[in-house]
């Protein structure tokens, strides 16, 4: 095994770096949960989850992956033969269907190209022609790490309200959360799908529900673990019916502090800062964006459409110790994902875009980059 002086510069879509800060609140003794000082800790983090999904109602959480959250999601509000209205925007809609499909719900997929997010066009046409409001739900991703593609959930919502469908709302946010701008309440959202591993900037092992009074009111009919009846039950004086990762908990009241610290709209800025910067370093090297609509570019990675994808991220990893994304399903090989997102700040990105020049051999988008950044964006 070869030795590498320095740190690994991880730049997937997740999981991201995790700060020190939260490594360190990890790094306590277990706590019991079932004592009082958990119902504190509990009391301390719901709140803050709160503010950051933006809304006022009920967050539950979950020790899972944010898989476990998509099911969760999935079970509490529908049942086998239910339909739902989800499209086709990259890899992990695709594979969120599956999970629908395999739990027997019916799935009308919309066709997409995996360059641009969910039509809102689209979806309003369909809804307004389902006269007898068969669609029980529309399942969106709001960010698809696959592709740095994001859909536009306020126009969505708009699409339900124009062709006055009751359907719920469900929207995958777990690369997207905390990294740039989202309504749960004001846009409308039934069930907002969350992981700890990328903008929350924790390990993975956490899964979040945010929930509406319209979801709570429907009842799935195959759920047991990811109820969230008794959770809600159990919350209400700070604990949980199961036994909950407790140290990630600790680790993530702090990556709340965090964030509130820095102020969720600089955090905003500070990742569109980073994707403009990136993107500029794409066209410099004369590479392509996979996103192709502007209004759809993500804040927490760029897809770049690259020959031989594979071997790039070979270099980069292999030579200069720089994880980049790889291409998912039908991307495979096609593209290389940069992830920006997180605990990050400009020289990270420099750094970040340096390893990648070096590895595609070509000049020019580190300067870019840094030109822009040092103009304050």
Known sequence: MTFRSGRHFLQIPGPTNV??????AIDRPTLDHRGPDFAQLTKEILPGLQRVFNTKGPVIVYPSSGTGAWEAALVNTLSPGDQVLMCETGHFATLWREMAERLGLSVEFIAGDWRHGADPAAIEARLTADKEHRISAVAVVHNETSTGVTSRIAEI???LDRARH?????????????CMDYRHDEWGVDVTVCGSQKGLMLPPGLGFNAVSKKALARNGSRRSYWDWKPILQSNETGYYPYTPATNLLYGLREALAMLFEE???????????HAEA??????AWGLELLCADEREFSSSLTA??????????????????LSLGAGLGKLSNRVFRI???????????CGTLAGVEMALGRKGGVAAAMEWLAKGG
């Not at 009751?166 to 905390?178: F, K, R």
């Open 278 to 283: 990136t993107r500029r370093a794409v066209r």
């Open 157 to 159: 919502r708009t699409a």
């Open 339 to 349: 992830g920006h997102l997180g605990w990050f700040n400009d020289v990270m990105l």
């Open 304 to 321: 770049i459409l690259a020959p031989d994808a594979d071997r790039i991220r070979q270099i980069a990893l292999q030579r200069f110790d």
């Open 166 to 178: 009751p359907a719920l709302l469900l929207v995958d946010t777990i690369s997207s959360l905390a």
């Open 263 to 273: 102020g969720l709209e600089a955090v905003f800025v500070r990742h569109a800062r």
């Open 19 to 24: 700060p020190d800060r939260v490594l360190r």
